[in-house]
């Protein structure tokens, strides 16, 4: 089980805020008030018609169908008059159920779109810690399975009850405008109907809260499979992934089963009750009418006609059957409330933090003296405010130093003790050592991926803590082992490193990576189309790319991540000498395997368990026959 699915298992056992997140969800209202009355005005005049055409059957059969038997010449005329007004009313009916269905569909696609922007929005504001410790197939799932409950419950479940609500209101009226003591019947049968409804669509609430929980695990366990597919091919692993599989999809089945058993269930059962209803009402109805019993309604007293039976009868069709909808709908609605749930709590996750008030701008040099400018020099400065109110000038030279500093990322466990390190301008910081020794966590910190316990990082004399987190990012290059490229042309992937960069930059940065020659060599250059993380590439081509992406930033910090790990050494040759032209005249940070892609750096340094337990130069680490000397000898082997 991953540690996402664990964690939504247990979010769904505690208590849930059922009407915070109603009220929530109808704060999306505000933006569309006017419609949304519109809509209820619509619903209000289609639930009339429904009592009003119960209503003329009474009408109908006691006005003129049963004089009409006792006349020898029958006058239809007025018969005729009477129809065409029920069928203006009827149609007003059927034009306002068309207009708020269609008002309802643009209100909720509109809601649907905010609630998409305002996830994606805060997404990107979160920290990277949150994207590791949550399955990416659980966060996809708030954007495709969560949003459609909340698209089935805002175009239709809604718009359904208020038109059940209305019509039982507007019925219930009417048959009290009929008849007080076959209402009476009608209320009996309704508390029955109540105690059905709360047994069975409770356990159907339950049971849909915990299907939409597996439908996330299981859209994660996807999301693993299709990201390791090369991996479970590679070792047989094929029957595993089918039961591991087969266990999330079993659960959901379960979930679904139990949670669509009850809802199905009610319906037929409602509909039996109401049968029985409408027999019951019939023989009660006929009784009375015959036995001459006093009726008393709202519009007076009276005796029980024909007409008023068969209206009554209708109207409690009428009256029972949005009971049944509501209940119906019920189910959709707490499936939408735990889908709303679980996008609020995407909603609520605490965004990244940033207290840092440096900025990065450009600056013009004239001699030693800086000033801030707009147009491109090939100089930047660190904008530092000072406590009188003014700002102060710093060259960003890219000198990155280290003081005293522990991390973990969990606070009950420390992975990097005491580090002290620094790095001149222009200098090569080679990280080496076996993995899970603290190599990337060390560039994590200096992108500020995640802050420090302990200890201080300064950049060109500053404290990181105190730059802005996107102008210190900015300043930063990185190249990773794992390339990702976004679909669009090989420019637009170049640029991506710098969103107003030329297309010449572009070609430069591509030439200055040795990309440009197979670039030029696809079938439309610069213009060709990658789609799927650039599958159509090799791993060579992909990471000389991202490099590119890298150089067109032109930023004074490099971080090169095992840049060259997935590749083979004949490809490393070429994406090496990208690299190497990419680290000319720039400070950088490398993390290898391969110990000859740091032979030439300007120092070494030899991590173990999260301590730095050599540096030096290559040529200094060989003398002294250490570790770095035994992992260079083959003595010692990096796992």
Same mark, same amino acid.
């Given at each position: 089980?991953?540690?996402?699915?664990?964690?939504?298992?247990?979010?769904?056992?505690?208590?849930?805020?059922?009407?915070?997140?109603?009220?929530?969800?109808?704060?999306?209202?505000?933006?569309?008030?006017?419609?949304?009355?519109?809509?209820?005005?619509?619903?209000?005049?289609?639930?009339?018609?429904?009592?009003?055409?119960?209503?003329?059957?009474?009408?109908?059969?006691?006005?003129?169908?049963?004089?009409?038997?006792?006349?020898?010449?029958?006058?239809?005329?007025?018969?005729?008059?009477?129809?065409?007004?029920?069928?203006?009313?009827?149609?007003?009916?059927?034009?306002?159920?068309?207009?708020?269905?269609?008002?309802?569909?643009?209100?909720?696609?509109?809601?649907?779109?905010?609630? $998409?922007?305002?996830?994606?929005?805060?997404?990107?504001?979160?920290?990277?810690?949150?994207?590791?410790?949550?399955?990416?197939?659980?966060?996809?799932?708030?954007?495709?399975?969560?949003?459609?409950?909340?698209?089935?419950?805002?175009?239709?479940?809604?718009?359904?009850?208020?038109?059940?609500?209305?019509?039982?209101?507007?019925?219930?009226?009417?048959?009290?405008?009929?008849?007080?003591?076959?209402?009476?019947?009608?209320?009996?049968?309704?508390?029955?109907?109540?105690?059905?409804?709360?047994?069975?669509?409770? $356990?159907?609430?339950?049971?849909?809260?915990?299907?939409?929980?597996?439908?996330?695990?299981?859209?994660?366990?996807?999301?693993?499979?299709?990201?390791?597919?090369?991996?479970?091919?590679?070792?047989?692993?094929?029957?595993?992934?089918?039961?591991?599989?087969?266990?999330?999809?079993?659960?959901?089945?379960?979930?679904?089963?139990?949670?669509?058993?009850?809802?199905?269930?009610?319906?037929?059962?409602?509909?039996?009750?109401?049968?029985?209803?409408?027999?019951?009402?019939?023989?009660?109805?006929?009784?009375?009418?015959?036995?001459?019993?006093?009726?008393?309604?709202?519009?007076?007293?009276?005796?029980?006609?024909?007409?008023?039976?068969?209206?009554?009868?209708?109207?409690?069709?009428?009256?029972?059957?949005?009971?049944?909808?509501?209940?119906?709908?019920?189910?959709?609605?707490?499936?939408?409330?735990?889908?709303?749930?679980?996008?609020?709590?995407?909603?609520?996750?605490?965004?990244?933090?940033?207290?840092?008030?440096?900025?990065?701008?450009?600056?013009?040099?004239?001699?030693?003296?800086?000033?801030?400018?707009?147009?491109?020099?090939?100089?930047?400065?660190?904008?530092?405010?000072?406590?009188?109110?003014?700002?102060?000038?710093?060259?960003?030279?890219?000198?990155?130093?280290?003081?005293?500093?522990?991390?973990?990322?969990?606070?009950?466990?420390?992975?990097?003790?005491?580090?002290?390190?620094?790095?001149?301008?222009?200098?090569?910081?080679?990280?080496?050592?076996?993995?899970?020794?603290?190599?990337?966590?060390?560039?994590?910190?200096?992108?500020?991926?995640?802050?420090?316990?302990?200890?201080?990082?300064?950049?060109?004399?500053?404290?990181?803590?105190?730059?802005?987190?996107?102008?210190?990012? $900015?300043?930063?290059?990185?190249?990773?082992?794992?390339?990702?490229?976004?679909?669009?042309?090989?420019?637009?992937?170049?640029?991506?490193?710098?969103?107003?960069?030329?297309?010449?930059?572009?070609?430069?940065?591509?030439?200055?990576?040795?990309?440009?020659?197979?670039?030029?060599?696809?079938?439309?250059?610069?213009?060709?189309?990658?789609?799927?993380?650039?599958?159509?590439?090799?791993?060579?081509?992909?990471?000389?790319?991202?490099?590119? $992406?890298?150089?067109?930033?032109?930023?004074?910090?490099?971080?090169?991540?095992?840049?060259?790990?997935?590749?083979?050494?004949?490809?490393?040759?070429?994406?090496?000498?990208?690299?190497?032209?990419?680290?000319?005249?720039?400070?950088?940070?490398?993390?290898?395997?391969?110990?000859?892609?740091?032979?030439?750096?300007?120092?070494?340094?030899?991590?173990?368990?999260?301590?730095?337990?050599?540096?030096?130069?290559?040529?200094?680490?060989?003398?002294?026959?250490?570790?770095?000397?035994?992992?260079?000898?083959?003595?010692?082997?990096?796992?």
């Amino acid at each position: 089980m991953t540690m996402s699915s664990k964690g939504s298992k247990k979010r769904m056992s505690v208590a849930k805020d059922t009407k915070g997140t109603v009220k929530r969800l109808l704060g999306y209202l505000g933006a569309y008030k006017i419609r949304f009355i519109f809509v209820i005005i619509c619903i209000a005049i289609s639930s009339g018609t429904v009592a009003y055409s119960a209503l003329f059957i009474q009408g109908l059969i006691d006005n003129y169908i049963t004089p009409l038997l006792t006349q020898s010449r029958a006058d239809f005329s007025g018969l005729l008059h009477y129809l065409i007004k029920v069928a203006i009313i009827l149609f007003a009916g059927v034009i306002a159920s068309y207009l708020y269905n269609r008002f309802m569909v643009v209100i909720g696609q509109g809601i649907l779109k905010k609630i $998409r922007d305002e996830m994606f929005s805060h997404m990107q504001k979160l920290p990277i810690r949150y994207f590791d410790t949550h399955s990416h197939g659980d966060i996809m799932s708030h954007y495709t399975n969560d949003t459609d409950t909340l698209r089935q419950m805002i175009s239709q479940s809604i718009p359904q009850l208020l038109n059940s609500v209305m019509t039982i209101i507007v019925v219930f009226i009417s048959m009290l405008s009929i008849s007080f003591w076959l209402t009476l019947i009608v209320i009996a049968f309704v508390f029955i109907i109540l105690k059905v409804i709360g047994s069975v669509a409770g $356990r159907s609430g339950k049971y849909f809260i915990k299907q939409q929980v597996s439908l996330g695990d299981v859209n994660g366990y996807v999301e693993e499979m299709i990201n390791g597919q090369k991996v479970v091919k590679v070792f047989c692993h094929e029957e595993q992934a089918k039961a591991g599989f087969d266990l999330k999809n079993g659960e959901l089945c379960v979930n679904a089963t139990k949670a669509n058993s009850y809802a199905n269930i009610l319906m037929p059962i409602l509909n039996n009750i109401g049968f029985i209803l409408y027999v019951v009402i019939a023989i009660v109805g006929g009784a009375l009418g015959i036995s001459g019993v006093t009726n008393i309604s709202l519009t007076g007293v009276s005796v029980l006609t024909l007409g008023a039976i068969a209206s009554f009868l209708q109207l409690s069709r009428s009256f029972v059957n949005p009971i049944s909808q509501v209940s119906q709908q019920l189910n959709f609605v707490v499936m939408a409330i735990a889908g709303a749930e679980r996008i609020f709590e995407l909603l609520d996750e605490d965004v990244e933090e940033d207290d840092g008030n440096i900025t990065l701008v450009r600056a013009r040099k004239e001699g030693n003296a800086l000033t801030e400018c707009q147009e491109r020099t090939g100089h930047w400065a660190w904008k530092v405010p000072q406590t009188d109110g003014s700002t102060e000038l710093v060259e960003m030279l890219g000198h990155v130093e280290f003081h005293d500093v522990d991390f973990g990322y969990v606070p009950e466990k420390t992975v990097l003790h005491d580090i002290t390190l620094y790095a001149e301008p222009g200098q090569k910081v080679a990280f080496v050592g076996a993995t899970g020794a603290g190599k990337t966590t060390i560039t994590n910190l200096i992108n500020r991926f995640y802050d420090i316990q302990k200890g201080t990082i300064t950049y060109d004399g500053l404290d990181i803590g105190r730059i802005k987190k996107a102008d210190l990012r $900015r300043s930063l290059g990185v190249v990773l082992q794992d390339v990702n490229l976004f679909t669009g042309t090989v420019m637009e992937n170049i640029r991506y490193g710098k969103l107003d960069a030329t297309d010449e930059e572009c070609i430069a940065a591509a030439k200055l990576a040795n990309a440009d020659g197979f670039i030029r060599m696809l079938p439309n250059g610069y213009d060709t189309v990658l789609s799927g993380d650039g599958s159509g590439l090799s791993q060579g081509q992909r990471q000389l790319i991202s490099i590119a $992406r890298a150089a067109v930033a032109d930023p004074p910090v490099m971080i090169l991540d095992e840049a060259t790990s997935s590749i083979d050494t004949r490809t490393e040759a070429i994406v090496q000498r990208g690299m190497d032209a990419l680290m000319k005249g720039r400070t950088v940070f490398v993390i290898a395997h391969r110990l000859s892609t740091v032979q030439n750096s300007d120092v070494i340094m030899v991590l173990e368990q999260g301590h730095i337990i050599e540096r030096g130069s290559h040529d200094k680490l060989i003398e002294e026959k250490g570790k770095y000397y035994q992992l260079y000898t083959g003595a010692f082997e990096l796992e």
